[in-house]
């Protein structure tokens, strides 16, 4: 089986050769036998390459890797493919965080005016991506990677159709945790998830029929045992009734979250250029200390995630098991190998809505429960939402459609909607701005 990753310079890439390497120990059945990456910039590529034969090392049946020289190339007989692009790359990421800090409103990657910002230099190119895919690999599987994850999936749906599947690691990490919470094995239990990327609600984790949620929510020790119980707190949690993604912590308690940004010394994009550049110099450097150096960097990137919304709760260090890195990278093995080998699971994925939520279009991109098989991804029956929770889908579905509008049709006043009618953007005014700071 061929995999291609597109983005193949990108940090996170050995991960998902890790993920590969395990694979290729227990010898598994339609394991991956070619690792294709390819990337606009060469340089990083090469040092990602050097990583990944550091890891290879002693693995007997590991894949072999081949770089690229071009997209077609690339794309060329492959049966999967990981799309991981970063437009703009981490510079890119810097300035579509500071500037809707220097406007008074919250800046980060996926959430917010920045989101909408990447957004908007991001479409037109994963459609491009999805075009060349329909042409040189139409029987290819696109598991799409790229932020922000769900909009850029809907974007490249309308090329792709079903063959196009968003994935994040986020649910996968809140479900481990709460079962880990409740002293459950995660494999045993059902759950009900629902939402958009970066936008949604466990509802439910039963075991043997029983719905565990309510138990988990009432006990305020337990609740403290993992990070979103730290981050929500059990008072609000009960309110709510249930366990919000991690990034909701930026609608919920979006004053505290836009001070502790705006006190930090440095945006999360800025730690992550700065920390970036220097490991691919070093590692450019001394290619055989690169694995060694990509380690240390991971381990150090892990520590710090959402460390704003941390010290925004209170300030707490993100438990030892949360740090292996291991998330996403296993969400795409295990669905590969589900529609590879008609092996069916389930996994909480970035689909077509179909008829999940009635208020929202067939077509529309929700994160939700599927069950997984060679016939792609299917959506699971779910519960209703609460009327906050459809609110909110809603208001950022809108946001997200007039983004790929404005991408895609050049329409400015579709921008300008998009910015402003975001809940963490409080004025047109503001939104204008914003756009303006940005050349759009």
Same mark, same amino acid.
Not at 224 to 231: D, I, M, P, S
Not at 286 to 305: N, V
């Given at each position: 089986?061929?995999?291609?990753?597109?983005?193949?310079?990108?940090?996170?890439?050995?991960?998902?050769?890790?993920?590969?390497?395990?694979?290729?120990?227990?010898?598994?059945?339609?394991?991956?036998?070619?690792? &294709? !990456? $390819?990337?606009?910039?060469?340089?990083?590529m090469a040092v990602i390459a050097s990583v990944l034969g550091a890891q290879a090392a002693g693995v007997a049946g590991a894949p072999a890797v081949r770089l690229a020289a071009g997209l077609d190339e690339a794309l060329h007989g492959a049966d999967f493919v990981f799309s991981a692009i970063r437009v703009g790359g981490t510079s890119g990421r810097v300035l579509d965080e500071r500037i809707p800090l220097a406007e008074g409103v919250l800046g980060q990657e996926t959430?917010?005016?920045?989101? &909408? !910002? $990447?957004?908007l230099r991001t479409v037109l190119v994963a459609m491009d991506i999805a075009e060349r895919v329909a042409a040189v690999a139409p029987d290819a599987w696109v598991i799409n990677f790229t932020n922000p994850a769900g909009m850029v999936t809907e974007a490249m749906s309308a090329v792709l159709g079903e063959r196009v599947i968003?994935?994040?690691?986020?649910?996968?990490?809140l479900v481990r945790r709460a079962a880990r919470a409740l002293g459950v094995e995660q494999a045993g239990a059902e759950f009900d998830y629902l939402g958009l990327n970066h936008l949604g609600w466990l509802r439910s984790l039963r075991v043997g029929g029983v719905?565990?949620?309510?138990?988990?929510?009432?006990?305020?020790?337990?609740?403290?045992?993992?990070?979103?119980?730290?981050?929500?707190?059990?008072?609000w949690l009960r309110a709510l009734g249930a366990l919000p993604n991690e990034y909701l912590h930026y609608y919920y308690f979006r004053r505290e979250t836009f001070a502790s940004l705006r006190e930090a010394p440095q945006t999360r994009g800025e730690f992550l250029d700065r920390q970036q550049g220097d490991f691919f110099e070093r590692a450019t450097a001394?290619?055989?200390?690169?694995?060694?150096?990509?380690?240390?960097?991971?381990?150090?990137?892990?520590?710090?995630?959402m460390a704003e919304s941390r010290a925004a709760s209170g300030g707490w260090q993100r438990d030892s098991c949360d740090l292996d890195g291991g998330g996403y990278d296993q969400v795409a093995l295990a669905l590969m190998r589900a529609i590879a080998g008609d092996e069916s699971t389930r996994l909480i994925l970035n689909v077509p809505n179909g008829s999940t939520v009635p208020a929202l279009a067939p077509h529309a991109i929700i994160e939700t429960v599927c069950d997984v098989s060679a016939k792609g991804a299917q959506p699971l029956p779910s519960a209703p939402l609460r009327e906050d929770q459809l609110g909110l889908m809603l208001q950022l579905k809108a946001v997200e459609r007039a983004t790929i509008d404005a991408a895609v049709h050049e329409d400015h006043d579709a921008a300008l909607r998009a910015l402003a009618l975001h809940p963490l953007v409080d004025s047109p005014a503001v939104a204008a701005r914003i756009l303006e700071r940005a050349g759009i």
């Open positions: 089986m061929r995999l291609t990753i597109l983005g193949g310079g990108g940090f996170r890439v050995p991960l998902v050769h890790r993920a590969l390497l395990d694979d290729a120990r227990r010898d598994a059945p339609g394991r991956c036998t070619e690792l &294709v !990456l $390819y990337d606009t910039d060469s340089a990083r959430v917010g005016a920045g989101g &909408v !910002l $990447y957004g968003g994935i994040c690691d986020s649910p996968v990490g719905d565990l949620l309510p138990g988990l929510l009432a006990d305020e020790a337990a609740l403290a045992t993992f990070e979103e119980g730290k981050l929500f707190g059990a008072r001394e290619p055989h200390r690169a694995h060694e150096l990509w380690q240390h960097a991971r381990l150090q990137r892990e520590e710090t995630y």
